[in-house]
Each structure stands twice: as C-alpha cells, then as structure tokens.
C-alpha cells in the first residue's frame, strides 16, 4: 500500500503520451478524509516542477476542499445571508441584492470562485457601462452609469475579501481592476426667482405643507413620507428617527434613517408649523403628517416625487429632481451665513467634511461675498 503523503506532497512521472505530469494531495475531503488528488502537465519535466511548486504553494494557502464548493453566484449569496445583510441598513442590502442578482450572476456567476480572474471582472464592468440597465427608458442609454458600475466593483471587492479571509481564494482579483470614475449627476438648485412660482404650484395643488417644509429643511423623501403628527415639536423642531425605503418587490419597509448622524431634531421656521398645523386640522384623526388623500395612509416615496414633477410642470419650471430640493436648502442656508457644521447636522450627513465637499461652490461663493 502507497504512503499516505501529507498536504503539500507530490510527484512527477512521463506519460505514455509522452507529457509529464506532477500528482500531489492538495487537502482532504472534510466530510470523508479521502485525499484530494491533484495534477500538473507539461511538456517538459522542469515545466512540470514549476507548476507543481507553484500549486503546492496554492493549495497550502487555500481550504481546497471548502474552495471547491463555491462559484461566484453561491459565494457572493453566501457572502449576502451571512456578513452583509445583518450588518448594513435596509436600503443598502436591497442594493447589494440588485447588484448581485441582476448585475453579477447572470454574467460571471457560473465561474469556479477560485478561478475568477481579473479579466472577467474588467469585462464585466465593460459590459455594465456598454448595456447593463435592465429598464432602458427614454433618452436613456443602455449602459449603467459609472457611479453604479463603481459600486458593483465596490461591492465584490468587500465579498471577495472575506473569501481571501476564509481561505477560499489566495488573492482579491478585484485589486488589480481598472475602475471608472463615478461622475456625479450635476447638481442643480430651484433658483431663488423661482421658489414662489413653485411654492403657489404647491398650494394650488393642496400640498404646500409639505412642499415648503421640504424647501426648508432638505429632508430626504423617505424622512418626508414617514413623518408623523407626534414627530412635530413644539419648540419648532422636527424629529427625524426613521425613514421609509422600498425593497427590490416593491414593498415599502420602515428603518432607521441612512446613519447615526441621520436621526436628528431638525429647527424650522415658525411659518412652516403653522402650515402643519393647518396640514393636520385636515385630517386629525391621522397619525402620518401627510396622509395620502388617496389611501389615507403614508404617501409612497415615488408618489412625493411625481407630485413634485406636476408642480414644476404647473409652474412652467424646467426639471429638478426631488433630491435637489434638498440640495435648494442646503446651499441657500450656506449662501446666507449658516455654518458648514449646522447645514451638516440639519442635513444629517455622517460628517461635516462631506458637506464641505458636496457644497464647495455655495461656500466659495459665501467667501467671495
């Protein structure tokens, strides 16, 4: 009977093809103990040493036997269930599922995990940005943007780092990807001029409450929608401790706002609660801010959004996303004196540097001034 060799053993032999190959035990089956046999081939026996002692070095790096389980697509759900999920927001594990479900698996998920190789990753972001959107609309393009391509490389290299981790593959081959820029959307503000044009739109349409409290506070639309009538200080203060986000089915979930800096006690013009208080006088009996005359429930954050579309078209306004109503508030507080750090903490950015950084033409202009 052969000796049992230990991991990492092995040995070269000729062929009666004529090849040489090296044989070596790279593991042994966790379930069973039975070796895991592996082999080399080359034309020549000192071609046949080298592979051997490069995939000796391999395999006493990885798990083999648990490496061997896994493609792309059942590593990254893995890697899903059981490190992201738990530990990210609500928002941010819907996006990770997208990415991999509709962006990653259907393009490289097939792939042995220990044989991913940079160059499919570089072709499957050349791919996202030449036709990866699922739902072209119109004037759309058929490539995802650079900022979106940016994240789903951003995504697998957090997931195939904790394979490295946990022995699966020797390296990260995201580390050596080219990745494109993220170009982020120009921002645009609703112009001083423009703010009564859009704010009588908001009344004739019965929404002015809502719409000016956005125009002064910058919430986000899913802080505006989950508002409810307790959430209103009497001090002036707006608590904002929760938010709404829509999961990949469509549902709507309630969570904790984007970070710890986002649950926050927002100050508001006398002007706005007296509008809120007309707001509720409307509908006493409900508990949301800004019940949907539809449904008598929360507004839909895709429905405050369409609203805001009507308003400007009724205004005769050219288009701004919502999100710009809170870059409107943010770079008018700035423009009128109010300090990076306060725009930072009403805003509930994670720090006031990022402010800095999103609104540097609104503080440069304060300076010139």
């Known amino acids: 009977m052969a000796k049992k060799r230990a991991n990492?053993?092995?040995?070269?032999?000729?062929?009666?093809?004529?090849?040489?190959?090296?044989?070596?035990?790279?593991?042994?089956?966790?379930?069973?103990?039975?070796?895991?046999?592996?082999?080399?081939?080359?034309?020549?026996?000192?071609?046949?040493?080298e592979k051997l002692k490069k995939a000796l070095e391999e395999c006493q790096g990885l798990d083999v036997s648990r490496s061997e389980e896994y493609t792309v697509a059942t590593w990254l759900r893995t890697w899903y269930e059981l490190y992201a999920k738990p530990n990210v927001r609500t928002a941010t594990a819907n996006r990770y599922k997208l990415i991999i479900e509709t962006y990653t698996i259907p393009r490289i998920g097939n792939i042995k995990l220990k044989k991913l190789t940079?160059?499919?990753?570089?072709?499957?972001?050349?791919?996202l940005l030449e036709s990866g959107r699922i739902h072209v609309g119109k004037n759309q393009d058929k490539?995802?943007?650079?900022?979106?391509?940016?994240?789903?490389?951003?995504?697998?290299h957090c997931a195939l780092d904790r394979a490295v981790k946990e022995r699966l593959i020797l390296r990260n081959p995201c580390g050596d990807c080219i990745v494109p820029k993220p170009r982020k959307p120009e921002m645009k503000i609703l112009p001083p001029e423009h703010m009564k044009a859009y704010l009588n739109a908001a009344e004739a349409r019965g929404l002015l409450p809502m719409f000016y409290l956005e125009l002064v506070s910058g919430l986000r639309k899913g802080e505006l929608v989950a508002l409810r009538w307790d959430d209103l200080d009497i001090q002036s203060k707006i608590s904002v401790s929760k938010q709404y986000v829509r999961n990949p089915d469509g549902s709507l979930e309630l969570t904790q706002p984007k970070t710890e800096n986002s649950v926050r006690l927002v100050s508001i013009p006398q002007t706005a609660v007296d509008l809120l208080?007309?707001?509720?006088?409307?509908?006493?009996?409900?508990?949301?801010?800004?019940?949907?005359?539809?449904t008598g429930e929360m507004y839909h954050p895709d429905s405050v959004v369409n609203l805001h579309k009507k308003i400007l078209m009724d205004a005769g306004l050219e288009h701004l996303r919502f999100h710009d109503l809170r870059h409107t508030f943010a770079t008018t507080a700035l423009q009128n004196g109010v300090d990076v750090k306060t725009v930072s903490s009403i805003?509930?950015?994670?720090?006031?540097?990022?402010?800095?950084?999103?609104?540097t033409n609104a503080t440069r202009q304060k300076q010139n001034e």
Do not use: C
């Not at 070596?24 to 080399?40: F, H, M, P, Q, W």
């Open 277 to 294: 208080i007309q707001e509720h006088s409307k509908h006493p009996d409900s508990p949301y801010m800004f019940p949907s005359p539809l």
């Open 8 to 49: 990492g053993e092995g040995n070269i032999r000729k062929r009666k093809d004529g090849r040489w190959e090296g044989r070596y035990t790279a593991g042994y089956d966790s379930k069973n103990g039975k070796r895991l046999i592996k082999n080399v081939l080359g034309k020549t026996q000192a071609e046949v040493k």
């Open 143 to 156: 490539g995802l943007s650079t900022t979106t391509v940016h994240s789903v490389h951003l995504m697998l």
């Open 118 to 127: 940079t160059r499919h990753l570089q072709k499957l972001y050349k791919e």
């Open 347 to 359: 805003l509930g950015h994670f720090d006031a540097g990022f402010t800095l950084r999103t609104y």
